[in-house]
């Protein structure tokens, strides 16, 4: 992308109410623009970044065979009627009332949409267990929204449905979301860490928070610094290897992680003293097994092989799609800006052209464009009439994993400078060997 | 994706409201659920065909300049007390109150918000022209939602707005819009005529509804035959050359086109009366330049050069993104079903495997899976133990590009059967010559 056709109103001014990194940041590199409280509009940066994160959050889902649909926002208010929420949920939830009279809500959550659209089609055993998700706006009218995009009143998130046959069926689903959450936050350049959390009613071992330790966390969270260690499951990972699926889960559960309400202090106390782990963390993902909670008073029962009617076990699963750009930008940035990681990157490399009218600099800087652009890198370049400064300082800000720049002085010796974002390590190299390491990443 | 691990709720039982080809389409094949008066669940079948043409949307637009962002759904009440359109929308603006007692709306259209984003960030003439678009749900109240997903309330809807310093640069940011529908159209496989549409209290010669013929359209359209045979730009259009851009418009605007509104009886009656076309229209698309409508009031104003502020000069630009999909089946199915054009089927090919059981019709079926995946084709696999006269229905009810059938007699003579759903056209070839015959389209 030129930056001369492009759109990122950078910024200097924050309002005050920015208290926290990733807010000020997402003002002042003009990736989102506030329209209300707790409602953005992402700006075309911010805008590549959330969808690079839904790329990755779907690419997981459906490698762990989750299927994909999507919901409306809109939600009629008798299926929470159904159900026996639309009392309980209280003033978060926004209600609407259409032309015609009827009790609508925008969702905050879709349990009560899956399993109606479950049980209005699935009645039989053949079609278990199944997994459906999808990556939706969601609304919850939050009293005083705060953080920019991180407590916002619109925000996006996947969430994934899943039914089984049986308590064990499900334990399975759930196995499979907690090993492709592993990945999916790995990929992102996040560690999130898998703790114990308020199961609820149904009680169990089957609810799990994601957590990535940031001090502007909301919540406080202790754990084994071991439990930080364990690697992702990865790419080859097989979802249908049941021995795997538990593995994956006691590798991380045998070492003590868990938020503040089941923090257990003899436990903690327990782990050897350099491995004591407090901290502050944010929340990026929910894990969550219900049973029947939603299936019994809605009546989602499938016929088994043997003819009997059973009620359908469930579980869902939230990803936190909007939270979890600015949980990134928490994790990783410095005083000069951003410090994307490579897979989440807005683009895969800036260009900063220094001289963008003398021809000799212009034509490295423009081979170095094409070139990009033609392996799929995705370059930013900034072939703008802006000042040496100014350019190089939004760059920084914007936090680009490479910077390539074209100087007079390197082009008349045959070399461009590389810069790594995340080090600060620069090299002067031929244009040659500065793509091909940059194509490395 | 093997069907037997996929969610396609495909039913006999149609209610009676459906009345038009693509909504009791929609509802045979499971592509959509209704969840409420015109809000419906994308099914996983129809959510892929939504996301496929979201993407040709978006590469179409990217192509010729415009920058991708998002806006929120829900928008405060106040920006369109600005414009005044608060009081003048009508009933179909769905209005909202939220726990502060704050008037809120579910977004019809965003002239406002974006005009609004504008003003707080362009102050100079070099950041124009620019069209910024997003692809967003809306919502409009309509008292009688019908059609299915062709009239629903709650859409997708692709809508860009262009900024530009005077009504001559306008007129090009029209013209790249013009000729962007154009190729967008033309890869989803339908042809949509532009029309000449009521512009409104502006008036000038830029507004045109794009348009596809089909008995089910709500509209009635009149144009000159000789319309329907200009070809699109194509991929290798220079959005660059205003000459270009200039002549992709009167190529078509030297025919007479226009919509009911817009009907002129003589002009239509001058054209040869074997070129005379009066039908039926569904309107996919709707391109609009309105001048300082919304920069006046809201004084979204630039410095020129020169140092003058000028009121800038908007139009914007819409594309029915949900009803594409009902438009395309509307143009596209037989008695038997659905008739996907190839670029945006759900999956590339299915295949049938019609004796899942047997290890040697299993090993060939296997294989034309594995093959058809690697190349990126896509298939859906029916490997389900269901008889074949449900396989076949089903398959032909759904109407991806190819079938192949693997049956146990052709696998000891060594073919497959390959037909083609648009013609129904069968050949049976060997398993290799099948698939380079798939992979050429």
């Known amino acids: 992308?030129?930056?001369?056709?492009?759109?990122?109103?950078?910024?200097?001014?924050?309002?005050?109410?920015?208290?926290?990194?990733?807010?000020?940041?997402?003002?002042?590199?003009?990736m989102v623009r506030q329209n209300g409280a707790g409602i953005?509009?992402?700006?075309?940066?911010?805008?590549?970044?959330?969808?690079?994160?839904?790329?990755?959050?779907?690419?997981?889902?459906?490698?762990?065979?989750?299927?994909?649909?999507?919901?409306?926002?809109?939600?009629?208010?008798?299926?929470?009627?159904?159900?026996?929420?639309?009392?309980d949920y209280g003033e978060e939830m926004l209600r609407i009332t259409d032309r015609h009279d009827r009790d609508m809500l925008y969702g905050p959550t879709n349990e009560e949409m899956i399993t109606d659209i479950f049980r209005s089609f699935v009645k039989s055993y053949?079609?278990?267990?199944?997994?459906?998700?999808?990556?939706?706006?969601?609304?919850?009218?939050?009293?005083?929204?705060?953080?920019?995009?991180?407590?916002?009143?619109?925000?996006?998130?996947k969430d994934a449905y899943s039914f089984a046959l049986s308590e064990d069926a499900a334990r399975v689903s759930y196995q499979k979301m907690f090993a492709a959450y592993l990945n999916t936050f790995d990929r992102m350049g996040?560690?999130?860490?898998?703790?114990?959390?308020?199961?609820?009613?149904?009680?169990?071992?089957?609810?799990?928070?994601?957590?990535?330790?940031?001090?502007?966390?909301?919540?406080?969270?202790?754990?084994?610094?071991?439990?930080?260690?364990?690697?992702?499951?990865?790419?080859?990972?097989?979802?249908?290897?049941?021995?795997?699926?538990?593995?994956?889960?006691?590798?991380?559960t045998q070492y003590y992680a868990a938020t503040e309400e089941k923090h257990d202090e003899a436990a903690f106390n327990a782990i050897p003293a350099d491995r004591q782990v407090k901290a502050?963390?944010?929340?990026?993902?929910?894990?969550?097994?219900?049973?029947?909670?939603?299936?019994?008073?809605?009546?989602?029962?499938?016929?088994?092989?043997?003819?009997?009617?059973?009620t359908i076990h469930g579980g869902s699963y939230g990803v936190g799609v909007s939270r979890c750009v600015g949980a990134i930008i928490e994790a990783s940035h410095d005083e000069n800006g951003i410090i994307w990681p490579d897979e989440v990157a807005p683009f895969g490399a800036g260009i900063i052209s220094m001289k963008p009218d003398a021809n000799d600099v212009a034509a490295v800087a423009d081979e170095a464009y094409a070139k990009l652009l033609a392996a799929g890198k995705d370059p930013l370049y900034d072939e703008t009439s802006d000042r040496a400064g100014p350019k190089f300082a939004r760059m920084e800000l914007i936090g680009l994993p490479w910077q390539i720049t074209v100087g007079p002085r390197g082009v008349k010796s045959g070399t461009v400078e590389l810069k790594r974002r995340a080090t600060g390590e620069r090299e002067d190299l031929s244009l040659e060997s500065a793509i091909n390491k940059v194509m490395g990443t």
């Open 1 to 30: 992308m030129r930056l001369s056709r492009y759109f990122i109103p950078v910024s200097k001014d924050v309002p005050s109410d920015a208290t926290i990194a990733s807010h000020k940041l997402m003002l002042r590199t003009g």
């Open 40 to 87: 953005y509009s992402w700006l075309p940066l911010g805008f590549r970044v959330l969808k690079k994160i839904e790329q990755i959050v779907r690419e997981e889902m459906d490698r762990a065979g989750a299927i994909e649909m999507l919901m409306p926002t809109l939600q009629q208010a008798d299926l929470w009627r159904e159900s026996g929420r639309y009392d």
């Open 126 to 157: 053949k079609a278990l267990p199944v997994n459906l998700y999808h990556q939706q706006w969601k609304f919850r009218d939050e009293i005083r929204p705060r953080f920019g995009i991180m407590r916002g009143r619109e925000f996006l998130m």
């Open 190 to 252: 996040i560690t999130a860490i898998p703790m114990q959390a308020d199961p609820g009613p149904i009680g169990g071992d089957l609810s799990h928070e994601f957590l990535i330790l940031a001090d502007s966390g909301e919540s406080e969270v202790y754990c084994d610094k071991a439990v930080l260690d364990v690697p992702a499951p990865g790419a080859d990972f097989d979802f249908d290897d049941l021995n795997a699926l538990e593995a994956e889960m006691s590798k991380r």
């Open 280 to 310: 502050r963390g944010i929340e990026v993902g929910h894990i969550f097994y219900f049973g029947t909670k939603y299936s019994d008073p809605m009546k989602a029962e499938v016929q088994t092989k043997e003819g009997d009617l059973v």
